[in-house]
């Protein structure tokens, strides 16, 4: 096992179509890999796939550019590519002369990095060799994402890179961080500085908590940025806000502020709907946070706002919208905002029935997020020692065996956004903790958003099984489930 030809079987998710051929391509002390000329991204995609090439190999080929695709025997990374390879497509052919990575974008080049990447071998050794293949590779959605909860417990920059660069080697390409809740605000607002001062200095169990600057928070976008992910900032409001209301008292209708929360129960704390200064307040975190995010969306969260009556919900989603979009953003939210108004173009993360049929009604398009199949907090099994269990035991095989284009009655595909697996901290304290409860659940959320419809649990379950080995070279501390025969 595990000799190069064997490693295309073990390709998580699995690519659109692979046809292979004999023999392979041998790194060897000449090789080289070429890009074209004058392309920033490209040689930084280049430099990753040498250092990928340098851990197994001992050696990082030099990255060069060139203005044409003739040479032979080298890697060749270009830009010009099929169009029907769209946005984040590649197309990879390896032969016993070299490497060919097309793409239409760097996402795509990317991506046909990261599927190089799992054709090495895992070990170093002298005679390192890619197997002889030729992929084709085209997402199946456009909406491929993870959720972080840092108010919970509060994870910090380099916990936070690390967790992109792990999930970006699945093409995972939104990261969805859950900066605001009862325990915690997570993300310095000048204006309004008593949020991450007060309502950032605890969280779950009564520990210290913490909060990114503002400049952390754009080294975290911009680190995202350069490995094709998307930061997709939540501020949760009107509900899950009791780190706001003890930071000022006059965002809470008793004109009093709460102590702060670092118990776990949901559904008690509210906004003032029906005071000015609250849509100020907001006006002013929707426009910092706008500024610190170059990407389209603004999560206004919505869900469980058991305090707050559903005349006032409704006015509230209506205006937080207003707000969002003022600011040039698209507003998303959890399924319970179907109930209220929607702006054209908010979108719906369902992750319960509720809201669904009026957000479809409202052809809103959805992310799915069903808390039953991939909800990472759950607990895998009753002997999992971290997690909850509200939507059910989540196991390996339940987290990857359903399909998402028929999993919500009468939801067209075209519809679906794409699919994104939560990461809720409250039992959640350490990196070793989110490796535990992520890995391997969300290779499988993975797959389901990038592969085509129609995979099987079989097949997949035995290319995890020859994957395991990779993620404990990576030094991930993945659950090693009994669904799987770990090889
Ligand atoms: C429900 S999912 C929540 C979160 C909790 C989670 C725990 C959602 C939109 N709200 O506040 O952390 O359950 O599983």
């Known amino acids: 096992m595990h000799n190069p030809e064997d490693c295309y079987v073990c390709l998580i998710p699995k690519p659109t179509s692979v046809f292979e051929s004999e023999g392979n391509f041998s790194l060897s002390r000449d090789t080289i890999i070429f890009t074209q000329k004058d392309n920033r991204e490209t040689g930084f995609i280049a430099n990753l796939l040498s250092t990928f090439l340098g851990e197994v190999s001992g050696y990082e080929a030099p990255v060069r550019e060139q203005d044409s695709d003739k040479k032979q025997g080298n890697i060749y990374l270009s830009l010009k590519a099929d169009e029907s390879l769209g946005e984040e497509g590649y197309e990879v052919s390896i032969t016993t002369d070299g490497v060919r990575l097309h793409a239409n974008s760097p996402a ?19 005679t390192a060799s890619l197997p002889a293949v030729s992929i084709r590779d085209v997402p199946r959605f456009e909406w491929r994402g993870a959720m972080l909860d840092v108010s919970r417990h509060f994870f910090g920059v380099e916990d936070v890179k690390r ?8 093409k995972i390409n939104r990261l969805h961080l859950h900066l605001s809740d009862d325990q915690g605000w997570r993300v310095e607002i000048k204006s309004w500085p008593r949020l991450t001062e007060v309502g950032g200095s605890t969280q779950v169990g009564g520990g210290k908590g913490g909060y ?19 930061i997709v900032p939540e501020i949760d409001t009107p509900g899950h806000t009791n780190a706001a209301l003890a930071s000022y008292a006059e965002l809470n209708s008793s004109e009093e502020a709460p102590e702060l929360y670092t118990d776990t129960r949901v559904g008690f704390s509210s906004l003032w709907i029906n005071s000015e200064i609250t849509y100020t307040f907001l006006d002013d ?15 206004i969260g919505g869900d469980e ?4 009556s559903e005349e006032d919900y409704k006015y509230f989603i209506k205006r937080i919208q207003e707000i969002v979009a003022a600011h040039g953003k698209t507003a998303i939210g959890w399924s319970e905002i179907g109930e209220a108004e929607l702006l054209p173009g908010t979108i719906a993360q369902i992750w319960i029935p509720a809201g669904f049929e009026n957000a479809k009604r409202q ?29 059910g035991l989540v196991s390996v095989k339940d987290s990857y065996d359903w399909e998402p284009g028929s999993y919500m009655e009468g939801l067209e595909e075209s519809q679906i956004l794409g699919i994104e697996a939560p990461l809720w901290t409250e039992t959640v304290q350490s990196m070793k903790d989110i490796e ?4 391997p659940r969300l290779l499988g959320v993975a797959e389901l958003a990038w592969s085509p419809k129609g995979q099987t649990w079989d097949d997949y379950r035995q290319r995890l099984a020859a994957h395991g080995e990779r993620m404990e070279a990576m030094g991930i501390n993945f659950f090693k489930s009994p669904d799987v025969d770990w090889e």
Request: aromatic share 16%; proline share 5%.
């Open 436 to 439: 535990y409860m992520t890995f």
């Open 285 to 299: 975190v929707i426009r910092e946070v706008a500024a610190l995010t170059p990407t389209p969306y603004i999560h």
């Open 163 to 170: 967790f992109i660069d792990l999930i970006s080697h699945y």
């Open 212 to 230: 990114f600057t503002q400049e952390q928070y754009k080294e975290i976008v911009d680190y995202a940025r350069s490995r094709y992910i998307m």
């Open 305 to 308: 706002a058991r305090s707050t």
């Open 363 to 391: 052809s809103a398009k959805m992310i799915l997020s069903p808390a039953n199949k991939i909800y990472l907090d759950m607990k895998y099994d009753t002997s999992s020692p971290l997690g909850l269990d509200w939507a």
């Open 108 to 126: 795509g080049l990317f991506y046909g990095v990261q599927t190089l990447r799992q054709l090495l071998p895992i070990y170093s050794s002298e």
